[in-house]
Protein backbone atom coordinates (compact mmCIF):
# COMPACT_ATOMS: atom_id res chain seq x y z
CA UNK A 1 0.00 0.00 0.00
CA UNK A 2 1.30 3.25 -1.07
CA UNK A 3 2.04 5.89 1.46
CA UNK A 4 -0.14 8.91 1.70
CA UNK A 5 0.98 12.16 -0.33
CA UNK A 6 1.43 15.72 0.78
CA UNK A 7 2.19 18.54 -0.95
CA UNK A 8 5.10 20.69 -0.73
CA UNK A 9 4.88 24.34 1.01
CA UNK A 10 7.95 25.11 -1.57
CA UNK A 11 7.10 24.05 -4.95
CA UNK A 12 3.65 22.39 -4.67
CA UNK A 13 4.75 19.23 -5.75
CA UNK A 14 3.25 15.90 -4.76
CA UNK A 15 5.90 13.60 -2.12
CA UNK A 16 5.13 10.56 -0.37
CA UNK A 17 4.22 11.71 3.22
CA UNK A 18 7.13 9.48 4.87
CA UNK A 19 10.05 11.60 2.96
CA UNK A 20 11.49 14.24 4.81
CA UNK A 21 12.71 16.40 1.44
CA UNK A 22 10.79 17.02 -1.94
CA UNK A 23 12.41 15.47 -4.47
CA UNK A 24 11.62 18.39 -7.17
CA UNK A 25 12.96 21.07 -4.92
CA UNK A 26 15.07 19.37 -2.04
CA UNK A 27 13.77 21.90 0.20
CA UNK A 28 12.47 20.01 3.97
CA UNK A 29 8.83 19.23 3.86
CA UNK A 30 7.56 21.95 6.27
CA UNK A 31 3.92 22.21 5.80
CA UNK A 32 2.52 18.72 5.31
CA UNK A 33 -0.98 18.59 4.13
CA UNK A 34 -3.13 15.74 2.17
CA UNK A 35 -2.87 15.98 -1.24
CA UNK A 36 -6.04 16.73 -2.11
CA UNK A 37 -7.78 14.35 -4.63
CA UNK A 38 -7.68 15.54 -8.42
CA UNK A 39 -10.72 17.29 -10.22
CA UNK A 40 -11.25 18.69 -13.25
CA UNK A 41 -9.80 21.72 -14.47
CA UNK A 42 -11.89 23.68 -16.94
CA UNK A 43 -10.30 24.12 -20.43
CA UNK A 44 -9.85 27.51 -20.46
CA UNK A 45 -7.42 27.77 -17.75
CA UNK A 46 -4.91 25.01 -18.65
CA UNK A 47 -2.52 27.28 -20.11
CA UNK A 48 -2.33 29.70 -17.31
CA UNK A 49 -1.68 26.89 -14.34
CA UNK A 50 1.18 25.15 -16.89
CA UNK A 51 2.93 28.61 -17.67
CA UNK A 52 3.03 28.91 -13.56
CA UNK A 53 4.30 25.62 -13.22
CA UNK A 54 7.10 26.17 -15.40
CA UNK A 55 7.74 29.12 -14.35
CA UNK A 56 8.19 28.23 -10.79
CA UNK A 57 10.34 25.70 -11.78
CA UNK A 58 13.10 27.68 -12.99
CA UNK A 59 12.75 29.78 -9.63
CA UNK A 60 13.50 26.88 -8.03
CA UNK A 61 16.70 26.12 -10.18
CA UNK A 62 17.74 29.67 -9.59
CA UNK A 63 17.04 30.36 -5.71
CA UNK A 64 16.20 26.62 -4.05
CA UNK A 65 19.56 25.29 -5.05
CA UNK A 66 21.71 28.40 -3.60
CA UNK A 67 25.17 27.35 -1.49
CA UNK A 68 25.40 26.50 1.63
CA UNK A 69 25.32 29.83 4.02
CA UNK A 70 23.64 32.35 1.41
CA UNK A 71 21.21 34.12 0.68
CA UNK A 72 18.67 33.60 -2.43
CA UNK A 73 17.99 36.04 -4.30
CA UNK A 74 15.08 37.99 -4.47
CA UNK A 75 13.53 38.03 -7.65
CA UNK A 76 13.02 41.65 -9.11
CA UNK A 77 9.78 43.37 -8.53
CA UNK A 78 9.40 41.35 -5.28
CA UNK A 79 10.31 43.28 -1.87
CA UNK A 80 12.23 40.91 0.14
CA UNK A 81 10.99 39.38 2.66
CA UNK A 82 7.38 40.37 2.32
CA UNK A 83 6.40 38.46 -1.10
CA UNK A 84 4.54 42.04 -1.97
CA UNK A 85 4.98 42.58 -5.95
CA UNK A 86 6.80 46.22 -5.30
CA UNK A 87 5.86 49.10 -8.06
CA UNK A 88 8.44 48.58 -11.26
CA UNK A 89 9.68 51.77 -12.96
CA UNK A 90 8.66 51.89 -16.80
CA UNK A 91 11.61 51.16 -18.94
CA UNK A 92 11.99 54.43 -20.64
CA UNK A 93 12.46 56.00 -16.69
CA UNK A 94 14.89 53.25 -15.82
CA UNK A 95 16.89 53.77 -19.00
CA UNK A 96 17.08 57.71 -18.18
CA UNK A 97 17.98 57.30 -14.21
CA UNK A 98 21.11 54.64 -15.69
CA UNK A 99 22.31 57.25 -18.47
CA UNK A 100 21.78 59.73 -15.93
CA UNK A 101 24.24 57.74 -13.30
CA UNK A 102 26.73 56.93 -15.92
CA UNK A 103 26.99 60.48 -17.49
CA UNK A 104 27.13 62.07 -13.87
CA UNK A 105 31.47 62.65 -12.81
CA UNK A 106 32.38 61.87 -9.46
CA UNK A 107 32.40 64.50 -6.85
CA UNK A 108 35.87 63.61 -6.83
CA UNK A 109 36.57 64.55 -10.73
CA UNK A 110 34.39 67.62 -10.71
CA UNK A 111 36.89 69.20 -7.67
CA UNK A 112 39.64 68.82 -10.05
CA UNK A 113 37.78 69.82 -13.21
CA UNK A 114 36.93 73.11 -11.36
CA UNK A 115 40.62 73.21 -9.07
CA UNK A 116 42.77 73.32 -12.94
CA UNK A 117 39.98 75.62 -14.08
CA UNK A 118 40.61 77.98 -11.25
CA UNK A 119 44.33 77.82 -11.35
CA UNK A 120 44.38 78.76 -15.21
CA UNK A 121 41.91 81.27 -14.75
CA UNK A 122 44.05 82.64 -12.05
CA UNK A 123 46.97 82.62 -14.07
CA UNK A 124 45.38 84.44 -17.45
CA UNK A 125 44.36 87.70 -14.02
CA UNK A 126 40.51 86.83 -14.38
CA UNK A 127 40.53 86.88 -10.36
CA UNK A 128 36.81 86.63 -10.48
CA UNK A 129 36.19 83.58 -12.41
CA UNK A 130 39.24 82.18 -10.41
CA UNK A 131 37.49 82.65 -7.13
CA UNK A 132 33.90 81.13 -8.50
CA UNK A 133 35.73 77.95 -10.03
CA UNK A 134 37.74 77.23 -7.15
CA UNK A 135 34.75 77.70 -5.03
CA UNK A 136 33.03 75.18 -6.84
CA UNK A 137 35.97 72.85 -6.39
CA UNK A 138 36.12 73.34 -2.78
CA UNK A 139 32.20 72.61 -2.88
CA UNK A 140 32.65 69.58 -4.37
CA UNK A 141 35.70 68.17 -1.68
CA UNK A 142 35.66 70.42 1.68
CA UNK A 143 38.86 68.65 2.21
CA UNK A 144 40.86 69.66 -0.86
CA UNK A 145 43.67 71.19 0.68
CA UNK A 146 44.90 72.50 -2.44
CA UNK A 147 41.67 74.20 -4.06
CA UNK A 148 41.39 75.73 0.19
CA UNK A 149 44.51 77.44 -0.18
CA UNK A 150 44.17 78.49 -3.72
CA UNK A 151 40.91 79.94 -2.57
CA UNK A 152 42.47 81.56 0.19
CA UNK A 153 45.08 83.56 -2.08
CA UNK A 154 42.42 84.51 -4.70
CA UNK A 155 40.52 85.85 -2.26
CA UNK A 156 43.30 87.51 -0.46
CA UNK A 157 44.63 89.09 -3.82
CA UNK A 158 40.96 90.52 -4.18
CA UNK A 159 41.00 92.51 -1.31
CA UNK A 160 38.80 89.72 0.56
CA UNK A 161 41.19 88.73 3.72
CA UNK A 162 38.69 88.08 6.58
CA UNK A 163 37.13 85.58 4.04
CA UNK A 164 39.92 84.59 3.04
CA UNK A 165 40.98 82.78 6.41
CA UNK A 166 38.51 80.92 6.87
CA UNK A 167 39.74 78.62 3.79
CA UNK A 168 43.31 78.82 4.62
CA UNK A 169 42.60 77.97 8.13
CA UNK A 170 41.52 75.09 7.00
CA UNK A 171 44.30 74.02 4.46
CA UNK A 172 46.48 74.27 7.56
CA UNK A 173 44.13 72.12 9.94
CA UNK A 174 44.32 69.19 6.85
CA UNK A 175 48.06 69.57 5.98
CA UNK A 176 49.92 71.39 8.84
CA UNK A 177 53.80 70.85 7.14
CA UNK A 178 53.03 72.65 4.42
CA UNK A 179 54.98 76.03 4.06
CA UNK A 180 52.96 77.57 1.83
CA UNK A 181 49.86 76.80 3.89
CA UNK A 182 50.98 78.48 6.51
CA UNK A 183 52.86 81.61 4.64
CA UNK A 184 49.52 82.44 2.88
CA UNK A 185 47.26 82.22 6.05
CA UNK A 186 50.25 84.45 7.91
CA UNK A 187 49.86 86.81 5.19
CA UNK A 188 46.40 87.42 5.21
CA UNK A 189 46.54 87.81 9.04
CA UNK A 190 48.84 90.48 7.99
CA UNK A 191 46.45 92.07 5.51
CA UNK A 192 43.70 91.99 8.81
CA UNK A 193 46.64 93.65 10.62
CA UNK A 194 46.08 91.14 13.73
CA UNK A 195 49.57 90.71 14.30
CA UNK A 196 49.61 87.74 16.59
CA UNK A 197 48.19 85.50 14.44
CA UNK A 198 50.58 86.17 12.11
CA UNK A 199 53.84 86.20 13.85
CA UNK A 200 52.67 82.54 14.75
CA UNK A 201 51.71 81.82 11.37
CA UNK A 202 55.26 83.18 9.87
CA UNK A 203 57.27 81.71 12.74
CA UNK A 204 55.31 78.23 11.59
CA UNK A 205 56.51 78.35 7.90
CA UNK A 206 59.83 79.52 9.07
CA UNK A 207 60.82 76.21 11.24
CA UNK A 208 59.21 74.31 8.00
CA UNK A 209 61.93 76.28 5.45
CA UNK A 210 64.47 77.99 7.42
CA UNK A 211 66.07 79.69 4.55
CA UNK A 212 63.31 80.95 3.24
CA UNK A 213 64.16 85.04 3.06
CA UNK A 214 60.74 85.92 2.01
CA UNK A 215 59.16 84.59 5.06
CA UNK A 216 62.01 86.37 7.19
CA UNK A 217 61.20 89.27 5.94
CA UNK A 218 57.23 89.50 6.33
CA UNK A 219 57.76 88.12 9.84
CA UNK A 220 60.20 90.99 10.99
CA UNK A 221 57.65 93.10 9.24
CA UNK A 222 55.18 91.48 11.47
CA UNK A 223 57.23 92.17 14.57
CA UNK A 224 57.90 95.55 13.95
CA UNK A 225 54.18 96.53 13.53
CA UNK A 226 53.08 94.76 16.70
CA UNK A 227 56.25 96.41 18.60
CA UNK A 228 58.50 93.76 18.90
CA UNK A 229 61.12 96.35 17.74
CA UNK A 230 64.31 94.27 18.43
CA UNK A 231 62.88 90.88 17.23
CA UNK A 232 62.35 92.45 14.10
CA UNK A 233 65.66 93.87 13.73
CA UNK A 234 66.91 90.27 14.23
CA UNK A 235 64.85 89.25 11.68
CA UNK A 236 65.63 91.81 9.27
CA UNK A 237 69.14 90.94 9.67
CA UNK A 238 68.52 86.97 9.16
CA UNK A 239 66.43 88.28 5.78
CA UNK A 240 69.52 89.98 4.76
CA UNK A 241 72.16 87.53 5.37
CA UNK A 242 69.68 85.23 3.27
CA UNK A 243 69.10 87.71 0.40
CA UNK A 244 71.96 90.44 0.67
CA UNK A 245 70.91 91.96 -2.73
CA UNK A 246 67.21 92.89 -1.83
CA UNK A 247 67.15 96.25 -1.42
CA UNK A 248 64.29 96.72 0.40
CA UNK A 249 64.98 94.81 2.94
CA UNK A 250 67.82 97.20 3.50
CA UNK A 251 65.52 100.20 3.97
CA UNK A 252 62.72 98.43 5.99
CA UNK A 253 66.08 97.58 8.34
CA UNK A 254 67.27 100.81 8.22
CA UNK A 255 63.49 102.42 9.23
CA UNK A 256 63.82 99.89 12.19
CA UNK A 257 67.44 101.52 13.05
CA UNK A 258 65.77 104.75 13.42
CA UNK A 259 62.96 103.71 15.30
CA UNK A 260 65.69 101.89 17.70
CA UNK A 261 67.70 105.05 17.91
CA UNK A 262 70.20 103.69 16.27
CA UNK A 263 70.85 106.37 13.76
CA UNK A 264 74.35 105.61 12.71
CA UNK A 265 73.42 102.01 11.66
CA UNK A 266 70.01 103.14 10.26
CA UNK A 267 72.57 105.57 7.87
CA UNK A 268 74.63 102.32 7.03
CA UNK A 269 71.53 100.57 5.98
CA UNK A 270 69.88 103.40 3.86
CA UNK A 271 73.20 103.64 2.18
CA UNK A 272 73.35 100.05 1.23
CA UNK A 273 70.02 100.62 -0.07
CA UNK A 274 71.45 103.57 -2.46
CA UNK A 275 74.53 101.40 -3.61
CA UNK A 276 71.43 98.75 -4.53
CA UNK A 277 68.90 100.60 -6.34
CA UNK A 278 71.21 104.31 -7.11
CA UNK A 279 68.51 105.00 -9.74
CA UNK A 280 64.83 104.11 -8.44
CA UNK A 281 62.75 106.74 -7.52
CA UNK A 282 62.69 106.53 -3.97
CA UNK A 283 66.17 107.05 -4.02
CA UNK A 284 66.45 110.53 -3.75
CA UNK A 285 63.70 110.39 -1.30
CA UNK A 286 66.54 108.18 0.94
CA UNK A 287 69.39 110.22 0.33
CA UNK A 288 67.67 113.81 1.18
CA UNK A 289 66.59 111.52 4.40
CA UNK A 290 70.25 110.34 4.91
CA UNK A 291 71.49 114.15 5.02
CA UNK A 292 69.01 115.40 7.64
CA UNK A 293 70.18 112.57 9.58
CA UNK A 294 73.92 112.79 9.56
CA UNK A 295 74.34 116.03 7.76
CA UNK A 296 78.19 115.75 8.07
CA UNK A 297 78.45 111.74 6.17
CA UNK A 298 78.28 112.95 2.50
CA UNK A 299 75.56 110.48 0.96
CA UNK A 300 77.38 108.35 -1.98
CA UNK A 301 76.31 109.95 -5.46
CA UNK A 302 76.40 113.60 -3.97
CA UNK A 303 80.21 114.41 -4.09
Known amino acids: MKAAAVVCAACGAKVRRDRVKCLRCGEKLVARQEALPPRPIPWTTVGVVAGCVVLGGFGIMLTGRSPEGTTPPVAAGILAGSGTPAPAAPAPARAAVLAATMAAPAPAAVAVSNLLAGQKAYASGNIDASAQRLQSAVDANPNDHRALNDLGQVLIRGGHAQEATQYLDKAVQLAPDSWTYQFNRARAYAQLQ ?94 AHLAELQPAVPTKGTE
Open 194 to 287: KWDQAIQGYRAASQLFPDDYATQYNLAKALQASGSLNDAIAGYEKAIQLAPGQSDFQLSYGLALEAAKRPQDAAAAYRRYLELESESPEAEKVK
